[in-house]
């Protein structure tokens, strides 16, 4: 009993080098988030010159026009920001994969015959057949 109280498991981290960085979507994400960046400062940038040009009463078109694109820009600010969450996803998909690997290779036995600190092998008796050729003989 207190030889087995001595090993206790211990969590090894993840090394950064398990976990490569997905470039390709981090850029989608940032391009995401920089479509709704330029969609709001254009909107505001449309809104001042429409009153500049038209005056206050092209105001109710502008609103509608304004609430279209604000809608617009929250879903691909939002889109960039799903993005985001998958690669943290992809990231503990494959720190899990890794630590579960690790786990996995300390349960089983070594190469050299030698028993693993995990269960031991289920001895198999003699190859039996089918109950159905027992019957038939």
């Known amino acids: 009993m207190a030889g087995e109280r001595g090993r206790r498991a211990r969590a090894a981290p993840v090394r950064q080098g398990d976990i490569e960085p997905y470039t390709a979507l981090r850029w989608v994400s ?3 988030k920089g479509a709704a960046v330029f969609l709001g400062v254009a909107i505001i940038a449309e809104f001042i010159a429409g009153i500049a040009a038209v005056g206050i009463g092209v105001v109710p078109e502008l609103l509608g026009e304004l609430v279209r694109t604000a809608v617009l820009a929250v879903v691909l600010w939002g889109g960039g920001d799903l993005v985001r969450l998958l690669i943290h996803l992809g ?5 899990e994969r890794i ?3 690790r786990i996995a290779t300390r349960l089983t036995p070594e190469q050299g015959g030698g028993e693993g600190r995990g269960f031991s092998r289920l001895e198999l008796g003699p190859e039996r057949g089918p109950p159905e050729a027992e019957a038939a003989d």
Request: hydrophobic share 55%; aromatic share 10%.
């Open 99 to 101: 630590l579960l690997t």
């Open 30 to 32: 940032t391009l995401f």
């Open 91 to 95: 990231h503990d998909i494959r720190a």
